[in-house]
């Protein structure tokens, strides 16, 4: 709970702009231009991918303990004085830009090093539904978020309600941050930097932990040993060149799930306002509560489906949620340019759509951090998260010019039906490339970089087959 409350953080953050950031344009807040007021979204977002990739690389240096204090005090202070922007002039704006900038960035550095940290962490029974289910509590925080709107923001003055809405993530973010001083290092990070005694002391403290509640653990297998050594550092132009070079199917699978993902996510959550409005005549007062039905289909599917990926398997059910949401989708598209919905009825589809379409997303953060090597892991989430960012940029846009004036439905039918299509290719990709890590350690599936058994052109020449870090280890 202390790691996986950044997606709790960052659905916040974005649901609150989203109800907020439009009324800076009022006089009675800041009277900023619409221009400007546009680009608050598009500089938060920047700052999740700068994060991300700095962080990515620097968690995989320092630590991922270190790390995630960091970022969660980065987000702490950005969002904190984004509530101090006192005017609309030259200075006040670029002062609420980089407010914005410096949280995204405090979000953008959470999302690679505690993903790193959760799947060092937990057993590898329960790895997929706990990282699944961390992942979806994203829509808790939209949900809080939401529920101040309804509570606060409907009444009370624009100019407090605003400044109080950047103020709730720090609050919650400052119990966070004191209970983290407690987590400890991943024992796996510590190994690889050679700090064996401090690996040792983590895992005694963990196996107490255990010991206390479910008596004595069994003896560890030493037929499960790994010899490792020193690797040297690698930078993103390096990484990049590994990752689609000597693992193209991992990269791929890593890509694509991340990219699809994200381009329907961000195609239709930053619409289905205008399309209720434009096509049903949905009142601005009642959006709330179609985005609550909605938020909660968005958080139940990871919760409740998040154990399948460990029993029933990450290859099936991710290929499965995927395939399931696009099909989904492309009835609701039939139905929705037949006439056959109203604004209660199209909020229940995308309610059951996102069901599956979540559980399958929280699967693709899943997978881009469990299937590479733990000398990379977190520079590899960092990657697939600049490039998931990146193309999930371009869905409001396009989704926002096919509402257009809510007279054409024919032109969002067709963007339905892209989005359908993009589901279903991360699906096939998914059931093609797909890799079994449920139940097995993070060392059998992608076996460490400095491991004695890895042989990769930067490290002792020698054969390799098809996929280098698939399969087991080389035992002693």
């Given at each position: 709970?202390a790691?996986g409350?950044?997606w709790?953080?960052?659905?916040?953050?974005?649901q609150?702009?989203?109800?907020?950031?439009?009324?800076l344009?009022d006089?009675?807040?800041?009277?900023l231009?619409?221009?400007a007021?546009?680009?608050?979204?598009?500089v938060y977002?920047?700052?999740?991918?700068?994060?991300?990739?700095?962080?990515?690389?620097?968690?995989?240096?320092?630590?991922?303990?270190?790390?995630?204090?960091?970022?969660?005090g980065?987000?702490?202070?950005?969002?904190?004085l984004?509530?101090?922007?006192?005017?609309?002039?030259?200075?006040?704006?670029l002062f609420?830009?980089?407010t914005?900038?410096v949280a995204?960035?405090?979000?953008g550095?959470?999302?690679?090093a505690?993903n790193?940290a959760?799947?060092e962490?937990?057993p590898?029974?329960?790895r997929?539904?706990?990282?699944?289910?961390?992942?979806?509590?994203y829509w808790?925080?939209?949900?809080?978020?939401?529920?101040?709107?309804?509570?606060?923001?409907?009444?009370?003055?624009?100019?407090?309600?605003w400044?109080?809405?950047?103020?709730?993530?720090?609050?919650l973010g400052?119990?966070?941050?004191?209970i983290?001083?407690?987590?400890?290092?991943?024992?796996?990070?510590?190994?690889?930097?050679?700090?064996?005694?401090?690996?040792?002391a983590?895992?005694?403290?963990?196996?107490?932990?255990?010991?206390?509640s479910?008596?004595?653990?069994?003896?560890?297998?030493?037929?499960?040993a790994?010899e490792i050594?020193?690797?040297t550092?690698?930078?993103?132009?390096?990484l990049v060149g590994?990752?689609f070079?000597?693992?193209?199917r991992?990269?791929?699978?890593?890509?694509t799930?991340?990219?699809?993902?994200?381009?329907l996510?961000?195609?239709?959550?930053?619409?289905?306002?205008?399309?209720?409005k434009?096509f049903?005549?949905?009142?601005?007062?009642?959006l709330?509560?179609?985005?609550?039905?909605?938020?909660l289909?968005?958080?139940?599917?990871?919760?409740?489906?998040?154990h399948?990926?460990d029993?029933?398997?990450?290859?099936r059910?991710?290929?499965?949620?995927?395939?399931?949401?696009?099909?989904?989708?492309?009835v609701?598209?039939?139905?929705?340019?037949?006439?056959?919905?109203t604004a209660?009825?199209q909020?229940?589809?995308w309610s059951?759509i996102?069901?599956?379409?979540?559980?399958g997303?929280?699967?693709?953060?899943?997978?881009?951090?469990?299937?590479?090597?733990?000398?990379?892991?977190?520079?590899?989430?960092a990657v697939?998260?600049?490039?998931a960012q990146?193309?999930?940029a371009?869905g409001p846009?396009?989704?926002g010019s096919?509402?257009g004036?809510g007279?054409?439905s024919?032109r969002?039918?067709l963007?339905?039906l892209l989005g359908?299509?993009?589901?279903?290719a991360?699906g096939?990709?998914?059931?093609?490339?797909?890799?079994?890590?449920?139940?097995k350690s993070?060392e059998?599936v992608?076996?460490?970089?400095?491991a004695?058994?890895?042989?990769?052109?930067a490290?002792?020449?020698?054969?390799?087959?098809?996929d280098?870090?698939?399969g087991r280890v080389?035992?002693?």
């Open positions: 709970m790691l409350v950044a709790i953080l960052d659905g916040l953050e974005i609150i702009a989203g109800i907020v950031v439009p009324t344009t006089k009675a807040t800041l009277g231009s619409g221009t007021v546009g680009a608050v979204a598009s977002l920047a700052g999740e991918v700068v994060g991300a990739l700095v962080f990515g690389k620097l968690s995989d240096r320092l630590g991922r303990r270190n790390l995630f204090m960091v970022t969660l980065i987000y702490l202070v950005g969002s904190g984004t509530a101090l922007t006192l005017g609309n002039g030259p200075g006040w704006v609420l830009y980089l914005r900038f995204g960035i405090g979000i550095g959470e999302y690679a505690i790193s959760i799947d962490m937990m590898a029974r329960f997929g539904r706990v990282d699944i289910a961390v992942n979806g509590t808790g925080g939209a949900l809080l978020a939401t529920f101040a709107q309804l509570l606060i923001f409907n009444n009370v003055a624009k100019d407090f309600a400044r109080a809405g950047f103020l709730i993530g720090p609050v400052l119990v966070i941050l004191l983290r001083r407690h987590l400890p290092e991943s024992p796996r990070w510590l190994m690889m930097k050679g700090r064996e005694q401090e690996a040792e983590e895992i005694a403290r963990m196996e107490r932990w255990v010991e206390q479910q008596g004595s653990l069994p003896p560890v297998d030493e037929s499960k790994i050594s020193p690797t550092e690698m930078g993103y132009t390096t590994v990752l070079r000597e693992m193209p991992r990269a791929t699978l890593g890509a799930l991340m990219i699809t993902q994200s381009f996510y961000n195609a239709i959550f930053f619409t289905y306002g205008l399309v209720l434009q049903y005549g949905v009142g601005d007062a009642s709330p509560y179609y985005f609550i039905a909605f938020a289909g968005n958080l139940a599917g990871p919760l409740l489906l998040g399948l990926f029993t029933i398997g990450r290859r059910m991710i290929s499965g949620t995927y395939l399931l949401s696009g099909v989904l989708l492309l609701t598209a039939v139905l929705f340019q037949a006439g056959a919905l209660v009825t909020t229940i589809a059951v996102f069901f599956f379409a979540s559980a997303a929280s699967a693709a953060y899943l997978t881009v951090s469990e299937i590479f090597p733990i000398e990379v892991r977190a520079k590899a989430i697939f998260f600049a490039i990146g193309f999930g371009l846009v396009i989704y096919l509402v004036d007279k054409d024919t969002l039918f963007g339905y359908a299509v993009v589901m279903v991360g096939v990709v998914a059931a093609t490339l797909g890799v079994a890590a449920e139940g993070l059998e992608a076996t460490p970089l400095s004695a058994s890895r042989l990769l052109p490290y002792p020449a020698g054969p390799r087959s098809k280098p870090i698939e080389r035992l002693r």
